[in-house]
């Protein structure tokens, strides 16, 4: 990846997490391990390992696996930010372990949780976050 591509990488992690800051109320930084130690773009939402992608070529379904991939092994679930140039930002979440609160996925059938999953906007996806701290604080 070249540099023009990891600096645009990065605004676009500081942007959305700048906006999602906005929206829950409280500061998200970005994970500035994440090159050295790997892991998830996001990892200060509780509950979430967020990834973030900008790029113009729109939706591609490895950035998906890779959110997958990222939360394995931890209590986290995943969520994938991604935008492309004057668009809104979109955010994909697992459906079943959102709505349900189900920490690791459970393979039925042939598919995993993982499979089902819902896009929202940041707005949306910030209201999913905050219901979930307050579900977890109760």
Known sequence: M???QRDKGQRGER???ALLSEHLGTCVRRNVD?????GADGIEVPGWAIEVKRHESGFQSIWWEQAIE???????LPAL???ASRQKWRV?????????????????????????WAEVDLGTFALIVREGM?????
Request: glycine share 10%; hydrophobic share 35%; proline share 8%.
């Open 34 to 38: 994440q090159a050295r130690q790997g």
């Open 81 to 83: 930010a991604y935008r």
């Open 70 to 76: 990222q939360c394995s092994g931890t209590n986290r």
């Open 15 to 17: 942007e959305f997490f």
């Open 92 to 116: 994909r979440v697992p459906l079943g372990p959102t709505i349900n609160r189900v920490i690791a996925p459970v393979p039925f059938d042939g598919f995993s949780f993982w499979d089902i």
């Open 134 to 138: 307050s579900s977890d604080a109760q």
């Open 2 to 4: 070249g540099k023009m």
